[in-house]
C-alpha cells in the first residue's frame, strides 16, 4: 500500500507509546487516525495534537465487542479503514513458578486477544476490499525469551506465529501484514500496564522483578516511521533494533542443531506426515 494519502489507519493503544508514535507517523505521511485507547483522556490529548484528520476512540481490545464499535466508529467518521495497528499492550514480569493465574489472563487477554479481536473485526472488510494492510506489535521478546518475562513473551512469540500465518493467508487478497517486534523504546508501558490493569485480574502479588530500562529506549516516533515505511514497503518484519543479531542467531543456530541431530540419529523423516 504505497500511496497513504488520505487512508485511514486504526490505531489500538495510540494514547502514549509505540501506539502514539505510529498515529503521528500515520498523520505524517497523510493519513486520517482513530487514535484508539482504553485511556480516552489520553486519546483525546493525542488526537487533540494531530488535528482534524484524527479522531479518539475508546476501546478495550480485550472485548470483541469493543473492538468492533471501534472498526463501525472508523467507518462511520472517515468512511472506511485500509490499516490496521494492532499495537495495544500491557507488561508483567513475573516468574513462572509464583505466577498467578490471574497474571496470565491479564496479558493474554490485552496483548494475544487484543490482536485477535482486531483480525476478527476488520480482516473480512479488507479482504473484501482488496486493499489493506495489518500490523500486529509483538516484541523482540516474540522472537527471543527469558525471565522475568516469560510470560510476557508467551503472548509475544504467539503475535509473531500468528503474524507469519496470516500473511500467507492473505498473500494473494490484497491485504499486507507486518509483524512489530521492537526492542527498548521509551514509552510508558511499565507504569500504565498497572494502571490500568482490571481489578478482576490483579493477583495483588508484588513479583519483585526487575522492568526493562524502557527510558533508554528510542522515541516512540522513530518506530512509528519504521512501522510507515514497512507498511509502504510491504516488510514482514519489523525490527527496530540490531543489536539482538547474535542472540537471534543463537537461538536459531539451535533450532538447526537440532535438526541435524535428529537426521543423524534417525535418519531422514522427509514427506512423512506430522
Known amino acids: 500500500m504505497q500511496d497513504l494519502e488520505g487512508k485511514v489507519a486504526v490505531v489500538t493503544g495510540a494514547g502514549s507509546g509505540i501506539g502514539e508514535g505510529i498515529a503521528r507517523a500515520a498523520a505524517q505521511a497523510g493519513m486520517k487516525v482513530l487514535v484508539a485507547d482504553i485511556d480516552i483522556k489520553k486519546a483525546q490529548v493525542v488526537a487533540a495534537d494531530i488535528g482534524k484528520n484524527a479522531h479518539a476512540f475508546e476501546v478495550d481490545v480485550s472485548d470483541l465487542e469493543s473492538v468492533e464499535a471501534m472498526r ?12 490496521l495497528c494492532n499495537n495495544a499492550g500491557v507488561w508483567i514480569g513475573a516468574l513462572m513458578h509464583d ?31 482488496g486493499e489493506g494492510h495489518i500490523v500486529n506489535t509483538a516484541s523482540m521478546g516474540g522472537l527471543i525469551s527469558g525471565p522475568p518475562e516469560g510470560l510476557y513473551t508467551t503472548t509475544k512469540f504467539a503475535i509473531v506465529g500468528l503474524s507469519e500465518a496470516l500473511l500467507m493467508e492473505v498473500a494473494d487478497k490484497g491485504v499486507g501484514v507486518s509483524v512489530l517486534c521492537p526492542g527498548l523504546v521509551n514509552t510508558n508501558l511499565i507504569t ?23 527510558a533508554a529506549g528510542i522515541p516512540p516516533l522513530a518506530v512509528g516511521e519504521q512501522v510507515i515505511d514497512a507498511v509502504r514497503e510491504s516488510g514482514f ?9 547474535d542472540i537471534i542467531a543463537g537461538r536459531h543456530e539451535g533450532i538447526l542443531d537440532a535438526l541435524d541431530a535428529h537426521a543423524k540419529r534417525y535418519g531422514s523423516t522427509s514427506g512423512r506426515a506430522m
Do not use: C
Open 99 to 129: 505466577a498467578d493465574i490471574k497474571d496470565w489472563q491479564y496479558l493474554i487477554n490485552v496483548n494475544l486477544y487484543g490482536v485477535i479481536h482486531g483480525v476478527r473485526a476488520f480482516l473480512p472488510m479488507l479482504v473484501a476490499q
Open 192 to 214: 500504565q500496564s498497572s494502571a490500568v490493569r482490571p481489578e478482576a485480574f490483579d493477583s495483588g502479588i508484588d513479583h519483585q522483578q526487575p522492568a526493562p530500562d524502557v
Open 72 to 83: 463501525d466508529a472508523a467507518v462511520e467518521r472517515f468512511g472506511g479503514v485500509h490499516l
Open 237 to 245: 518484519y519489523v525490527i527496530t533494533h540490531d543489536d539482538y543479531r
